[in-house]
C-alpha cells in the first residue's frame, strides 16, 4: 500500500497492536497488523505517525542513494541526525572530505567513475561511525566491564548491530551514521551488554536500563514504533 507518497508493506499477524518498522539501510516500511485490522484502520493509524514517519523515511533517503548502484551521486547525506549537502569538487590532487557547517566537501581526483566517487563517501561515513563509536567503546568498556576485540561498521540489511560474543566482535549498522547519536551509542551498549547476558531476557533488560536508564526512549530513534 503507499501512504502519503511512502511505500508501505503490510503484513498481518496474530498480535494485539499495530507496529510500525522502518528498515535501514534504504528506509523501507513495514506495518505489522492485528490479523482482523482493516486497511481503513492501519491508515488510521498510520496518520497519528504520520509526522515522524515522513521524517524518518527522510533520513533514510540519502543513505540509500549512496548504496543503491542505480542512483547517481546523493546531493545531501544526514550526518547525526542533521541534514548537510553535499558539494563536489572534480580534477583535485588528492581525494578528501571534509564538514564545515551543513555542508561536506567532498574533493575528488581526476577520472573517478560513479561508482569510485560513491565508495570514497560510503567509506568516509564508516569511519566517521567508528570514530565515533570508538570514543563510546571505550567509556563503556569501563562501565559495564567488558572487553571488545574488535568493531566494525558494515552494510546490514535488517540489524543495527550485531554481536559474536565468542570474538567479542561487535559490527554496527554503518547507517547509524544518518541517525542521532544517542541512537549509536543505544545499539553499541545494547550489544556490549550481551557479552554480559547473550539473550534478551529479564535481565537483559535490566541490565540495560540500569546502564542505560532511557534505552526505550533511545531504541524509538532507530525507526520503530
Ligand atoms: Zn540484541
Not at 503484513?11 to 510500525?20: A, D, E, H, L, V
Not at 505489522?32 to 521524517?55: R, Y
Not at 551521486?73 to 553535499?86: A, D, N, Q, S, T
Request: aromatic content about 8%; proline content about 3%; overall charge positive.
Amino acid at each position: 500500500m503507499k501512504y502519503s507518497k511512502i511505500q508501505i508493506k503490510v503484513q498481518f499477524k496474530k498480535i494485539k497492536n499495530m507496529y510500525i518498522r522502518v528498515y535501514p539501510p534504504d528506509g523501507e516500511v513495514v506495518v505489522t497488523a492485528p490479523e482482523l485490522m482493516t486497511m481503513d484502520q492501519i491508515q488510521k493509524n498510520l496518520s497519528v505517525h504520520k509526522k515522524w514517519l515522513s521524517k524518518k523515511v527522510l533520513k533514510f533517503k540519502s543513505m540509500k542513494t549512496l548504496l543503491d548502484k542505480q542512483e547517481a551521486l546523493p546531493e545531501y547525506l544526514h550526518v547525526w541526525g542533521k541534514h548537510h549537502k553535499i558539494v563536489y569538487r572534480e580534477g583535485q590532487n588528492k581525494n578528501s572530505i571534509s564538514m564545515e557547517r551543513s555542508r561536506i566537501n567532498v574533493y575528488m581526483r581526476r577520472g573517478f567513475d560513479l561508482e569510485k566517487k560513491k565508495k570514497l563517501l560510503y567509506d568516509w561515513t564508516r569511519r566517521q561511525l567508528i570514530e565515533e563509536a570508538q570514543v563510546l567503546l571505550t567509556k563503556w568498556e569501563n562501565r559495564i566491564g567488558v572487553q571488545v576485540n574488535r568493531l566494525q561498521a558494515r552494510k546490514m540489511k535488517t540489524r543495527w548491530g550485531s554481536c559474536n560474543i565468542r570474538k567479542k566482535k561487535i559490527n554496527l549498522n554503518t547507517a547509524l551514521f544518518v541517525l542521532d547519536k544517542e541512537a549509536l551509542e543505544y545499539v553499541l551498549v545494547h550489544e556490549m551488554v550481551h557479552l554480559i547476558e547473550p539473550s534478551h531476557n529479564h535481565n537483559f533488560k535490566t541490565l540495560m536500563t540500569a546502564f542505560l536508564p532511557d534505552w526505550k526512549e533511545r531504541k524509538k530513534l532507530l525507526l520503530e514504533d
